[in-house]
């Protein structure tokens, strides 16, 4: 009975083993599936503008065709037309943040790499004002693909709202632009300061930081998937 026994429990940890063990052959991602809207508390969705909600409101789409893609979600509003307009303003600031923690990334490894300072290069101050620039760039660039919409009513306060959602997108070529027009602005900026600059040691600091943002335009941001 023993042996028995044992021989059952070795079958079923190699069974468990084999299962576990990860295959590595590459599996393409599958497109998300629709699902159902959350349950809300003590509220009821009353009408939607698709029979079920899209895969993409929880699963953003990779990178396809040189466009990378970003969802936005509004707040609650009593009118459809100002979710939309606040699921735009939202998924443009997912573009900017998404964008933003790479550069800031890529100009920590510059500034590592070529041994500068941060009072000559601060790669968070360089990010933020990469990011303001996006900002402004993409307030037209950011392109709706699709709208979801929900209406949902609280039956207690008999109270309804929209919630949207947007799926956008972005062309690659607009944020290598940006990138490379603010580290053209960086070098013109270092350039100044290294003619301004009295003392050979800070006149050495400023070239050496334009050589390292010479070196990152060339190289480009590199956005090649999501």
């Not at 947007?166 to 003619?195: G, H, M, W």
């Not at 050589?211 to 990152?216: G, P, R, S, W």
């Amino acid at each position: 009975m023993k042996k028995y026994v044992g021989i059952v429990l070795i079958t079923a940890m190699i069974t468990v083993g084999l299962t576990a063990c990860p295959s590595t052959k590459e599996v393409k991602k599958p497109e998300p599936a629709p699902i159902e809207p959350a349950p809300q508390l003590a509220e009821k969705l009353i009408w939607s503008s698709h029979q079920q909600r899209p895969g993409w409101t929880v699963s953003e789409p990779d990178t396809q065709e040189g466009k990378l893609f970003f969802v936005g979600l509004s707040g609650k509003f009593a009118m459809e037309k100002d979710g939309r307009d606040d699921a735009q303003r939202h998924a443009t600031a997912n573009v900017v943040k998404y964008i933003g923690t790479m550069v800031q990334e890529k100009f920590q490894r510059i500034s590592t790499s070529y041994g500068l300072s941060s009072e000559i290069v601060d790669p968070t101050k360089a990010a933020r004002n990469f990011e303001e620039q996006l900002a402004q760039a993409f307030a037209t660039r950011v392109k709706s693909k699709e709208w979801y919409s929900e209406k949902w009513e609280n039956p207690k306060f008999k109270e309804s709202y929209y919630l949207v959602y947007l799926l956008a997108n972005v062309p690659q070529s607009s944020i290598e632009k940006t990138y490379e027009e603010t580290c053209d602005a960086n070098i013109a900026d270092f350039k100044k300061k290294r003619d301004a600059a009295n003392d050979e040691k800070a006149k050495a600091q400023f070239e050496n930081a334009m050589k390292a943002f010479e070196e990152a335009k060339k190289q480009g941001f590199g956005l090649e998937t999501k």
